[in-house]
C-alpha cells in the first residue's frame, strides 16, 4: 500500500497528485582504471563493440558547488568511435531504472543492448546510472531535483565533448532519455543548448490519466520494500510495489516473462522530490526552445502516455506520424521533430521483444539529421515505423 503521509512529506508541497502523474515518464573528472572491461565481439578489429563498465565521473548538483557526487556509468564502442570527433549517445534511464535498461544482457538467447546495437551502427553510447542510482552517489533524496539532474546531465555532456570521461573528445553529443529522464533530456537542452540531438522515450507532452490512478497504489517508499530493507534509504527514496512492473511498464504480448522477472530482480528506486519537480514541463511549451532536431520514440501500448490523458485529451500512439503531429506545437521548426512508433510495445520499449526496432530507428534518425551520413536530409531515410 502507499504510504501517501510520509511519500507527502518527502516530495513537498505539491503533493502526491504530481508525484503519481509524473512518475508514468518513468548523470568532471572521469577515474577511469577502475573500470572493467567486457568484449562482447572477442575481436581487437575497429568494429568490434566493447563495453566498459564502472566510469565514475564527479559533478556538482549545482553551479558554484563542488564536484563532490560521483555519476557512473558503461561506454560501449569500437575502436573506430574512440577518435576524437565521433559521435556518442548519452543514455540517461527511466525512474527506478540504472544504465543496464539500456544494456540488460541476454535473455532466454535474445539480446537486450540497445547501447551495443547503436554503438555496432557507429554511435558511441554512454549509458549512466542517475544519481541516487546503482553505482552513483546517493545523497539526501530531497537535493535531487529536476535542476540538479539537468545540471549533472550538462556536465556529462560537456565531460563527453571535452575528453574527461573516457578520454575521447566527441564531436557529436546526443541526449537519449527514457521515462522521466527524457524530461531532463528536455530540461538540458532547453537550459543549455550544448547538444546536436535529442531523443526522447517512453515520454510525450502526454500524462495517461489511467496510469497515474493506478499508480497510486504500486509506489511505496524503498525502505518498505524487502529488496531495500536495511538500505537506510530515506523516505523521500521510492520504488515500485513488488510485483507491478509488468503491468506498468510492459504489453505482456510483446514481453518475455523472464525479462519481467529479472526486471522486478534489479528494480532501483527514485526521489519522489525528482519526481515533483520535473513534472512541469510536460503540459508546457518550454520545449519550444530546444534548436536541434528531436526524436520521440513511444510503444504502441505504452501505458504511460498513450489514450485519454490528464490533459482531458486522447493521446493517439497509432503511428510515428500521429505522434510527431501532436508533439509539433510544443517544439520550433529547429527540432525539425520525428517520432516513431514501436508496434506493441509497453512503457518499456527497450525491454520488448522487439526491443532492436528501437535502435534501428535512433541509428536511421541520427545518421538522416544529425551526422548526415545518410544521403537524404531533415528526415529522408527514416525507419517504415516514423514520421
Known amino acids: 500500500m502507499l504510504h501517501v503521509k510520509r511519500i507527502t ?37 575497429d568494429n568490434a563493440v566493447t563495453c566498459r563498465t564502472g566510469i565514475n565521473v564527479r559533478v556538482a548538483m549545482a553551479p ?56 555496432a551502427e557507429g554511435i ?10 546503482g553505482a552513483s552517489s546517493r545523497p539526501a533524496s530531497t537535493t535531487i531535483t529536476a535542476q540538479a539532474d539537468t545540471f549533472v546531465t550538462h556536465q ?3 565531460g563527453l565533448r571535452h575528453g574527461k570521461v573516457s578520454g575521447t573528445r566527441y564531436g557529436q553529443v546526443i541526449t537519449v532519455g527514457h521515462s522521466l529522464n527524457s524530461l531532463i533530456a528536455w530540461d538540458e537542452a ?13 515520454a510525450a507532452h502526454s500524462l495517461a490519466a489511467a496510469f497515474g490512478q493506478a499508480f497510486g ?13 536495511g538500505s537506510g534509504l530515506d523516505d523521500g527514496y521510492l520504488t515500485t510495489v513488488p510485483g507491478v512492473r ?22 532501483d528506486v527514485v526521489s519522489g522530490t525528482e519526481l515533483n519537480t520535473a513534472l512541469p514541463v510536460v503540459t508546457s511549451t518550454a520545449t519550444q526552445a530546444i534548436n536541434v532536431p528531436v526524436l520521440d520514440i513511444l510503444g504502441s501500448n505504452d501505458f504511460t502516455t498513450c489514450g485519454l490523458n490528464a490533459q482531458g485529451h486522447s493521446f493517439d500512439c497509432a503511428t510515428g506520424a500521429a505522434v510527431a503531429a501532436q508533439e509539433a506545437p510544443f517544439y520550433s521548426a529547429q527540432a525539425h521533430i520525428h517520432a516513431c512508433v514501436i508496434p506493441g510495445s509497453g512503457h518499456d520499449i527497450s525491454l520488448a521483444l522487439n526491443n532492436g526496432l528501437q535502435a534501428t530507428d535512433a541509428i536511421a534518425w541520427t545518421d538522416a539529421l544529425v551526422t548526415h551520413r545518410a544521403a537524404g536530409h531533415f528526415g529522408a531515410g527514416l525507419a517504415w515505423n516514423c514520421g
Open 246 to 267: 509488468g503491468t506498468l511498464f510492459y504489453n505482456k504480448r510483446d514481453a518475455d516473462p523472464a525479462v519481467i522477472a529479472a526486471d522486478e530482480a534489479r528494480k
Open 9 to 45: 512529506a518527502a516530495v513537498t508541497s505539491h503533493g502526491l497528485a504530481a508525484v503519481l502523474a509524473v512518475l508514468m515518464l518513468t548523470g568532471t573528472a572521469a577515474t577511469a582504471g577502475a573500470a572493467s572491461l567486457n568484449d562482447q565481439a572477442g575481436s581487437a578489429s
Open 217 to 229: 497504489t504500486d509506489l511505496h517508499p524503498a525502505g518498505d520494500d524487502p529488496k531495500f530493507a
Open 64 to 119: 558554484g558547488q563542488p564536484a563532490a557526487s560521483t555519476i557512473s556509468g558503461e561506454l560501449c564502442s569500437t575502436l573506430a568511435e574512440r577518435r576524437n570527433g565521433a559521435a556518442v549517445q548519452l543514455l540517461i534511464p527511466g525512474a527506478t531504472y540504472t544504465h543496464d535498461y539500456w544494456d540488460f544482457g541476454v535473455v532466454d538467447g535474445a539480446s537486450y543492448s540497445y547501447a551495443r546495437e547503436v554503438a
Open 190 to 202: 532547453i537550459a543549455y543548448h550544448d547538444v546536436d540531438g535529442v531523443i526522447v522515450t517512453g
Open 156 to 158: 556529462l555532456v560537456q
Open 124 to 133: 558511441a553510447t554512454f549509458a549512466i546510472d542517475p544519481l541516487g542510482t
